[in-house]
Each structure stands twice: as structure tokens, then as C-alpha cells.
């Protein structure tokens, strides 16, 4: 069985082996190679070719979330997962942004890792449970404060069911397949939610996604 | 460490303001008060001229009087000596010598009264020419006098002026340099410390919370006192990451590094709105991604002091953030709908700080501010 190469890009020695046990205790894993900082992390992504890198945000020369924007432009088949200590919605969109497809918090990686690797592989999203939780969090606060309304209730059952594809990182095709719909179809549908969701652009719906607990 | 924002007294401020260079004032003053002073000399010496021409003219007239008088005096005493000579019936010889003679002696006599009023009239001719060469010399010599003790005085006015001047603004740009120089200490201590906290400290937690888990993973058969001591364990290491992660977040948020200035003002937007009453809406617009660093921090610690008055101070619900930037400026605006203050009267040292920063940059803040009617901070940066 081909075993899914990984690449560890963290600037600090004790993260990254705690990380890389995580990494090797997995029998279809293995450590493709290590970077410190985020140059070095898209240099390497190109010579080794790994499946999945795994990146802290914070990282000196280059940081994470740019380095990420490289490797995806350079290599797309090169999925990433980010590591990073913030929770905060400024960082998970940017990483979607970036084209990362899971997001981590240090605190809980070595418990999700795994799983986060493997969807990535898969290319599907993945997000640790308590990102979910602030993002939701900081929307209802904001919700009660300023009156405005839930504008997940403005979709219809159709739309939800369209919205959780998508944001899981099926593409419309993939959609269409499995709902039997045609591909236009699923298209006006994606339309209309970004239009009554007021979102701009796929990461901003998977943010919305994880927020609202419909993908964790 | 967040001592800049604390409430100072208001007297304790640093003059902020250049007084105007008030030297064309005061010599506008002097100038008018010589004009006065030499067109008051000119009016006393004139004014003294003609009175004393209106005296020679009174006595003209006086010695004129006298002398008709006297000439009429004189005419009676001769014809008196002649009526006399008739009474005596003399010798007609005698009586015309006598009347030749007489009317010698009157002649002789007209012209001695003569000659001594011309006299009179040349010497008080002469003492009113000397008078009033006299009175014009004074004036002008005053006059001059006055023109050069005043210019004197202006050019050593300007002088102390112009030395003050250069020592208030030479003091003025050491105090800038140092206060620009403190905040930037500041920061890149800030910074530091910051790097130093989530590097090392942050980092070894951080590790030291994955053995942990990977530790409580191992022991799933083991007793529940270990299994509970672990887990123990586990969060006293998460409590401990947290607090560092937020203690070098307050200190240089490093968001501002990965993630550039809009992103940072919206966690913190979010981080204020999460931990305090007051929502917070931060909008931007054109805000470039690669601002000089300078500049992002000033914006940042701005918006974050701005934000934190909001909260400790005014009892706000909302505040709203706004960062555009156009052609060759950026404009800040933080605006709360707290109680308000009078921004003339309580100035902390937060306010203090801001300015600083903004004016090390060239730009300008401006804090509006009425009891009851909220906050609003404005800066605008030239970029």
C-alpha cells in the first residue's frame, strides 16, 4: 500500500517532534521530510513532493500561511494542513484563502492530526472542534448585540444540503453526482447561498460552514 | 506594561504648541509709540513758536501804544512852554527861535524813540529766530534720539527673541527625538519580550502539552487516580499556554507579522468584543498589505488604545473601526457611543501616546469628543 508522505514545517524543534511521532505511530504515514521555516518548507515541497504538509502559521523568513499560497500555486495536488495557537476567524479564513484545507490548534494536534492529515489527503476539510466553537461563539455574541438575523434560516433544506458539500470541498460536479442534480443546477444553488449568506467567495463559506457547526 | 493609557493630570502634559513669534507685534507697538511720541515733540516746539510770536506781536503793539502816547504827552508839554512864551509877550524872534528850537528837540527825541523801538523790534526778532531754531533742534535731536533708543531696543527685542526661539525649538526637537526614540524602545522591547514568551516559554508549554497527551493517550487502562492526575496536568499546562499566548499577543500581537495590519485589527476588534460590552465593527478599505512596519503599529496601538478608552471609560455598547487609504494617505477612525468627555479638559497619557506616535509619522489626531455624545478619534498618516 502506498503510505501518504508528509512534510513537517515548523520552526520549533520540540513542536516538530512531537509532531513527527504522531506522524510515524501511523502505519500508511511517513515523514517525508522536515522544514524550519516557511522558505524552506516551499523549497522542499517542490523537490520531495509530499502529499500533505503540515505548517505552523507563525514561522520566521516566510511565514505559514504565505508559504501555503506558494506550495498550493506551485504544487496543487499538495494539500496543507495548518497548525497554529489562533482560533480567531482573521487566521482560519486566511488559511482557507491560502488554499490550506484543515486547520488545527496546537493545543488539540495531537489528537486530530491524523484524522486532519487524512482528510486533507482526501481533499476534504477538517477543523479542530474548538475552532468551530469560537467562530460560533463570537457569531451569536454579535448576533444578540446588534439584532440582526440568523441568515442561515433564509436557506432552504436544499440549499443547507448544497452548502455542506461544498464547504467539505466537493466541487460542483461532485455535488450534482450525488444529489442527482445537474451541474447547472447546483451552480444557481451555490449562487444564491453565497448571495443570501452576504459571502464573497468559497473560503468565506467554508468559514461560514465550520461556524455554524455544519462541518467540523 | 499598559501604564501609557493611565490618567495623568492635565497640567502635567508637555507644552505641545510654539507660541506665535510675537516680534512684528511689538514692533508695530514701538514703531507707533515713537510716531506718537515725535509728532507730540513737533506739535509742543510749533505750538511754543507761535505763542511766542503771538507775545512779540502783543508787544509790538504795547511799545507802538506807548509811543504815540507819549508823543501826544510831549506835543502838549511844548505847546504848554509856547502858550506860556505868548503869556509872557517876548520878542517875536525869540518866540520863533523857541519854536524852532522846540520842534528840533521833538525831532531829536522822535528819533531817539525811534531808533530804540527798531532796536527793540531787531532783538525781538532775534530772540524768536534763536527760539525757534532752538525748538527745532530739540525736536529733531529728540526725535532722533527716540528713533535710535527704540531701534535699539527692537534689535535687542529680536535678538533675546530669535535666541529664545532657537532654544524652544531646539528643545522642542529633543523632546520629539526622545519621545520618538521611547516609543520605539518601547516597541521593540514589546516585541521581544513578546517573541521571547511565545518562542521559548510558549513553545516548551507547548510541547510539554502534547507529551501529556500523548502520556494520557498511553494510559487508557490505567488507575483513574494517575488517569486523573494527568489529566490535571494537561490543563494546568493548557491554562499556562493560554495566558502566555495572550500575554504576548497584548504585547505584540502577531498577527501584525503573519497576517499584516487588517487582519490584526479585525482579531482584535474581535478579541475587544469577545471580553468586554462593547461591540466592535472595524471596517478597512485599500489598505495595503505591505505597509512599512512603522505604520502598522502605529495604526494598531492606535486603534487598540482608542478601543480600550472605549471600554474602561465610556460605558459604550458599540464602536466602529475604519482604516482607508487613498492617494498618499491613510485615515484612521475609531468612534464609540459611550458618555463622551471633554477632550480639552482630561488628557491621559494614552491621548499623550497616540499623538506621539502619530506625529512621528507627520501626521495628525484629532479627538472629538461632547459629554453624552460618544467619542471619535481621527488620524490621518501621510503614506
Sequence with gaps: MKKLRVLLADDHNLIRAGLRLVVAQQPDFVVAGEAENGRQAVAMAETLAPDVVVMDVGMPELNGIEACRQIREKRPETEVVMLSMHSDEGYVLRALKAGARAYLLKDSAEADLARAIRAAADGKSFFSPAVGKVLLEDYIRKLERTGAEDTYELLSPREREVLQMVAEGKSSKDVANSLNLSVYTVETHRAKIMQKLKLKSVPELILYAVRKGIIA | ???????????????????????????????????????????????????????????????????????????????????????????????????????????????????????????????????????????????????????????????????????????????????????????????????????????????????????????????????????HMKSVAERAVQSVRNLALLLRPGMLDDLGLVAALEWQGREVSRNSHVEVDVESENVAEDLPDDYKVTIYRLVQEALNNAVRHSAARTARVRVEQTDGHIAVMVSDDGQGFDPQRQRGLGILGMEERVRRLGGTLAIDSHAGQGTTVRAELPV
Design chain 2, 1 to 231: 506594561m499598559c501604564g501609557w493609557w493611565d490618567k495623568v493630570d492635565d497640567n502635567k502634559g508637555v507644552p505641545r504648541e510654539t507660541p506665535d513669534q510675537p516680534l512684528p507685534r511689538a514692533l508695530h507697538w514701538v514703531l507707533t509709540i515713537v510716531f506718537l511720541c515725535l509728532l507730540g515733540i513737533m506739535l509742543g516746539s510749533g505750538l511754543a513758536a507761535l505763542h511766542d510770536l503771538d507775545q512779540m506781536h502783543d508787544a509790538e503793539r504795547a511799545a507802538r501804544r506807548v509811543l504815540a502816547y507819549r508823543s501826544e504827552q510831549e506835543m502838549l508839554s511844548q505847546l504848554d512852554a509856547i502858550r506860556r512864551l505868548f503869556e509872557r509877550n517876548d520878542l517875536l524872534d525869540s518866540l520863533e527861535l523857541e519854536i524852532l528850537r522846540q520842534s528840533d528837540e521833538l525831532r531829536a527825541w522822535n528819533d531817539r524813540q525811534l531808533q530804540l523801538t527798531d532796536q527793540s523790534m531787531v532783538a525781538q526778532f532775534a530772540q524768536l529766530q534763536s527760539s525757534l531754531t532752538r525748538s527745532i533742534v530739540l525736536s529733531l535731536a529728540s526725535g532722533f534720539l527716540l528713533i535710535g533708543a527704540s531701534m535699539l531696543y527692537i534689535f535687542r527685542l529680536e535678538g533675546q527673541m530669535s535666541g529664545r526661539y532657537a532654544e524652544l525649538a531646539r528643545s522642542r526637537a529633543e523632546l520629539e527625538q526622545l519621545s520618538a526614540r521611547l516609543v520605539e524602545a518601547q516597541e521593540t522591547e514589546r516585541r521581544k519580550i513578546s517573541r521571547e514568551l511565545h518562542d521559548e516559554v510558549g513553545q516548551t508549554l507547548g510541547a510539554l502539552l502534547v507529551d501529556v497527551g500523548r502520556l494520557s493517550a498511553a494510559l487508557p487502562d490505567a488507575r483513574p487516580e494517575i488517569k486523573n492526575q494527568v489529566g
